[in-house]
């Protein structure tokens, strides 16, 4: 027996599930430079279904025939029986709603997910619909899907800033129409938790046939309440969370997953609730998000930032000695971090190599393994020892990275003092021709991007450069991850990341990575040569 957070007493079979619905795949996605390829989406989608999600929102399939490909995928390969639930985006519009189910109706537990704007302001400026135009609307497209799918969530676009009453007349009409999932989105990070609270609470008391639906929490972070907001929510009674690893998402980003799991989880004699996620999967995901869309984790981040189990201070230091527990309210270890982190070297086989990467999580082809093994032979060479961090980072590097516009083959410095810092680029391109390039930079990684800007020609402004090491020691890995945006007044952002034992290799890589994906995205837009351009747009 133990006590709720109403002063209850509640016994262990009357303690209730948090279902976490992750949009890292489609609100993540939306986050400036974030996107992703297909590989890097079904590859995080594996994952998210080894952290124990219990629905990915996979994408949104309406925007572009690749999203509703990459929904597919993850609907078919890891939408299975015993996986988590895939769901779909859809606008409240009827062919929105076929993409959605196109996409979403091979996975084993399909939903399609509808929204539809409920705040005055979305409906009088952006829709221009008046609010019996919205219920009549909601009525039609929430029976529209429900004719494909008994799974089908619906969200009042903006609730945060919705008339309470209209959302009550709104809300009841989707749950008539057959909505078994009522989201409740605070769009634009609006709300205070005690507003967010007593909204969800008189929404939960107030609908005509509540009981029958799951209500769920998505909250933006613009003023950085979206945890605190997503918890107040649960409290007033949502049994679905909608985060994102890392937090990442539109503008300031929405409610990140792992904060709110592990709330519930370093908090539950408060809460008095539970997740299905396996909380040791925690960094290994959140690692795999930020090397894929190339958006760094701030180091002081909550659960998965790099100090957020480091002491500095003496009196800490001196306190963690005596009693971990003196400043640590969890244990790195429960996260899955320092879980067996020196683990493989230069004699590690092939087979062992290949135990490892399952371990990990990785699935890959024998060609694939073929190439991540060799990769690992010339680390293990340069490094005593190959922890699973720098495993996760080559994977991530070899084998997820964007398609291969322009590859590099061969890279080549100069610097110190005296001299100029020079960089020898060799990349071969689209059309298999290769070119190596000299050029003088004000150090090292300048130069060597100057070199690959000089043979690519596409015009770009570098807005964010980090390199960190992956490991601790003289031998460690470094990471590298960039965002440029294209100079064509686009405001668009494309990230990419390296990592290499050499910082200026993977600066490379990294700055390649992205140049590539913009070129990708872009599709030839960038003064090349008409041949070039059908290439690029060919690999698009
Ligand atoms: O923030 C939002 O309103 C959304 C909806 C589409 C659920 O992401
Ligand atoms: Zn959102």
């Known amino acids: 027996m133990a006590e709720n957070n109403e002063g209850n007493t509640v016994s262990e079979s009357e303690v209730d599930v948090v279902r976490i619905f992750d949009t890292t795949l489609r609100d993540g996605e939306q986050s400036p430079?974030?996107?992703?390829?297909?590989?890097?989406?079904?590859?995080?989608?594996?994952?998210l279904a080894r952290l124990g999600v219990d629905i990915i929102e996979a994408g949104f399939p309406a925007a572009s025939p690749d999203d509703l490909k990459a929904v597919q995928r993850i609907a078919q390969e890891v939408g299975t029986q015993d996986g988590p639930v895939i769901a779909g985006l859809a606008r409240a519009h009827k062919s929105d709603i076929d993409k959605a189910w196109e996409a979403v109706q091979y996975a084993a537990k399909p939903r399609i997910h509808t929204f539809l704007a409920t705040s005055d302001i979305h409906m009088e400026r952006k829709l221009r619909m008046t609010r019996e135009e919205v219920k009549a609307r909601v009525r039609e497209m929430v029976s529209y899907a429900k004719a494909y799918c008994?799974?089908?969530?619906?969200?009042?676009?903006?609730?945060?800033?919705?008339?309470?009453?209209f959302l009550i007349e709104v809300l009841t009409i989707a749950i008539e129409a057959g909505a078994t999932t009522l989201n409740i989105p605070d769009t634009v990070g609006y709300t205070t938790p005690d507003e967010y609270y007593a909204l969800m609470h008189r929404l939960i008391t107030e609908t005509p046939g509540s009981d029958q639906v799951i209500w769920s929490v998505h909250c933006h972070d613009d003023l950085g309440m979206a945890t605190a907001n997503t918890l107040a929510g649960i409290r007033a009674g949502a049994r679905q969370a909608e985060?994102?690893?890392?937090?990442?998402?539109?503008?300031?980003?929405?409610?990140?997953?792992?904060?709110?799991?592990?709330?519930?989880?370093?908090?539950?004699?408060?809460?008095?609730?539970?997740?299905?996620?396996?909380?040791?999967?925690?960094?290994?995901?959140?690692?795999?998000?930020?090397?894929?869309?190339?958006?760094?984790?701030?180091?002081?981040?909550?659960?998965?930032g790099s100090n957020?189990?480091?002491?500095?201070?003496?009196?800490?230091?001196?306190?963690?000695?005596?009693?971990?527990?003196?400043?640590?309210?969890?244990?790195?270890?429960?996260?899955?971090?320092?879980?067996?982190r020196l683990v493989l070297g230069k004699h590690s086989g092939r087979h062992a190599f290949r135990v490892r990467?399952?371990?990990?999580g990785f699935t890959l082809?024998?060609?694939?393994?073929?190439?991540?093994?060799?990769?690992?032979?010339?680390?293990?060479?340069?490094?005593?020892?190959?922890?699973d961090a720098d495993l996760e980072a080559l994977v991530a590097d070899e084998l997820y990275g964007p398609q291969e516009v322009y590859s590099l083959l061969d890279l080549q410095v100069a610097c110190g003092r005296p001299g100029m810092p020079t960089a020898t680029v060799r990349l071969r391109g689209p059309d298999g021709t290769v070119q190596t390039v000299p050029a003088i930079g004000t150090g090292p990684v300048d130069a060597a991007f100057r070199a690959i800007d000089s043979i690519i020609q596409a015009p770009n402004t570098l807005i964010e450069y980090?390199?960190?090491?992956?490991?601790?020691?003289?031998?460690?890995?470094?990471?590298?991850?960039?965002r440029i945006t294209a100079e064509n007044g686009s405001t668009r952002t494309f990230g990419g990341y390296g990592a290499d034992t050499d910082i200026i290799m993977a600066s490379a890589k990294a700055y390649l990575a992205a140049v590539n994906r913009m070129l990708i995205v872009k599709g030839g837009r960038h003064g090349r040569p008409e041949g070039q351009a059908a290439t690029i747009q060919a690999l698009a």
């Open 357 to 360: 990467l399952e371990e990990l």
């Open 150 to 165: 008994d799974d089908i969530e619906f969200s009042p676009e903006d609730a945060g800033r919705s008339d309470p009453d």
């Open 243 to 304: 985060v994102t690893v890392n937090g990442i998402g539109e503008r300031a980003g929405n409610t990140s997953l792992e904060e709110v799991v592990m709330a519930l989880h370093t908090r539950r004699p408060y809460y008095h609730l539970d997740t299905n996620i396996d909380t040791t999967q925690i960094i290994r995901t959140s690692r795999m998000v930020s090397n894929y869309t190339g958006m760094t984790v701030q180091p002081n981040k909550a659960i998965v």
């Open 365 to 387: 082809s024998d060609d694939e393994l073929q190439t991540a093994f060799k990769r690992f032979k010339e680390l293990a060479d340069k490094k005593k020892t190959v922890t």
């Open 308 to 340: 957020a189990f480091a002491h500095e201070a003496g009196i800490h230091q001196d306190g963690m000695l005596k009693d971990q527990r003196t400043y640590e309210i969890m244990t790195p270890e429960t996260v899955g971090l320092n879980q067996s």
């Open 33 to 47: 430079g974030a996107s992703l390829t297909s590989a890097e989406k079904l590859e995080i989608a594996r994952q």
């Open 466 to 482: 980090s390199v960190h090491s992956i490991t601790e020691g003289i031998d460690a890995m470094g990471e590298v991850t960039v």
